[in-house]
């Protein structure tokens, strides 16, 4: 059991075991006054809540991977895709936040793994549709989607347990945007595409020379969050030698969607862990979050205040 790790305690071992691994929130957001629609105004939202519970049952009762999970070790998290435009009876474009969050050791805190914005999310559905998902073959957009980020979700969270855990599921991520990219026609699944989109996502998270990123997942989460609460200042220290592990990965790969994702997640937590620290921890944590992350200047310059 991957979270043993956390040695939550024995109660847990007497538990009944849960196959699927995901506790997901789907919610879809559709207004007449801001859908584009080819097909006539938009007055029945019946459709957009069975999309909503086929999406949730699809991510909840899939089983994703060959581990058993407990409910308590389900990982939380959620989808909320907002409906933009209807081109086609049946064809929906918007967005999507895909958000995932882990408990940390010894505390009632959750800290959020994933905040990523899909701008690009586009699928079709119509009501009654079976959601079928095979990863050797294309199947829909809408099941491609939803199983590509599931494996990044996991694969991201067993990271955080295990250096480089994920790596079975972060390569099936890559491999669904693979397959998609050739038989979907969505542009957001190939190499030539915004540098934001979901196939630079998956580049990033399966590339060589990100690999330390990954790894140093591990120190962020496992090394130094689980242990933010007995040792705060072993903690900042952690993750200090993290940070400096992403400035060199960042010096090969500037601006990347992974490093800048990260960022956007992590900020405010960051901010956090350090406020609480040393003048001079606080003074080496501005310096290299303002490098790495030179539009959150502003925010980060709370470190520098006494």
Avoid: H
């Avoid at 936040?97 to 914005?117: C, K």
């Avoid at 599921?169 to 026609?185: D, P, T």
Wanted: charged share 20%; glycine share 6%.
């Amino acid at each position: 059991m991957k979270k043993t790790l956390l040695l939550i305690g024995f109660w847990l071992l007497v538990l009944p075991l849960c196959a699927q691994e995901l506790r997901c929130i789907v919610k879809v957001n559709a207004s007449s006054n801001q859908i584009a629609s080819n097909v006539g105004t938009i007055n029945d939202t019946q459709i957009f809540t069975e999309m909503q519970q086929a999406m949730t049952q699809f991510m909840n009762n899939t089983r994703w991977t060959g581990d058993d999970f407990r409910d308590a070790e389900r990982i939380n998290c959620s989808i909320v895709i907002t409906i933009t435009a209807i081109p086609a009876v049946g064809q929906y474009e918007g967005q999507a936040i895909i958000q995932s969050s882990r408990p940390v050791y010894g505390t009632d805190y959750e800290s959020v793994m994933l905040a990523f914005v899909d701008r690009f999310f586009r699928f079709s559905y119509n009501p009654g549709d079976q959601m079928n998902f095979n990863e050797a073959a294309f199947t829909s957009s809408l099941t491609s989607l939803l199983a590509f980020y599931a494996n990044v979700i996991i694969g991201l969270d067993y990271d955080s347990f295990a250096k480089l855990g994920g790596t079975p599921y972060l390569q099936k991520a890559a491999n669904i945007a693979n397959v998609a990219g050739q038989e979907s026609g969505d542009d957001a699944w190939k190499p030539g595409s915004d540098s934001r989109s979901r196939y630079w996502l998956a580049e990033n998270l399966n590339s060589p020379q990100m690999q330390n990123f990954r790894e140093g997942l591990y120190t962020y989460y496992r090394q130094a969050m689980d242990t933010y609460a007995t040792n705060g200042d072993q903690a900042r220290a952690q993750i200090l030698t993290f940070l400096e592990n992403v400035r060199q990965i960042n010096q090969v790969r500037p601006n990347s969607i992974w490093t800048n994702t990260f960022f956007d997640t992590k900020a405010t937590e960051i901010i956090n862990v350090f406020s609480d620290g040393n003048p001079q921890d606080k003074v080496k944590a501005y310096n290299l979050l303002v490098e790495l992350d030179p539009t959150k200047a502003d925010r980060y310059r709370k470190l520098t205040r006494n």
